[in-house]
């Protein structure tokens, strides 16, 4: 599990990566509420080798806090993912078996501005593939460093309803592991050097109130 001060300063990371499109104060409301990030199906999952690996990727939800802590008066809100992402129904040419775990404490960070900025936030060690054939594990790429998917926010509104989006790209470098005999370059070469975290215009729900839409606003 990870320390708070680690978190903290993986938020505070986060939050210099926005910043240049930041005009100040950030509100995330309804306070209290939870936020619920929809799902990219046949995302590519991996960068850089020759098999092409795809999931549907749901990029997990949050807990909005209450106020006053659903508001940053001097630039981005970061608040702690309650569900991580998951990465499900993946496939990858070659026929192998692929299964992609997250863990470790995830966060998003919004912030106010023009355009309004987002991002998920990866922990490090927070995101494993594992490639296997016959049952058994061939290799296995774990991010060693925290990274983001970083983008853009669409307000959404209540009349005519209309769900906020999210627009989100990044990338995660990994190291490999491979079974006894098989060396790390084969696994680099065939499924890649990177993770990608991708979401394109997913929709943000509220899942506390179907009826309420998830804003950033100043």
Partial sequence: MLRRPIRLAMLAVAAMLLTPALAGATTLTPAGDVLDFGSQA??????????????????GAARIPAAPGNSNPSGPLGVTLSS????TGCTSTGGWTVNVTTTGGWSATFGWGSPIAAAVNAPARGVTVTFSSGGSMLCQATNGAAGSATGSWQNGSTSPFADSTASLAG????????????DVATCRTTFGSSISLNAASVPVRDATNPGAVILVGP
């Fill in 84 to 87: 991580n992402p998951s990465f």
């Fill in 42 to 59: 046949s995302s590519l999952v991996m960068q850089g080798g020759f098999a092409i690996t795809r999931c549907t990727v749901d990029l």
């Fill in 171 to 182: 990338s995660l470098p990994v190291t490999w592991t491979g079974a006894p005999g098989v």
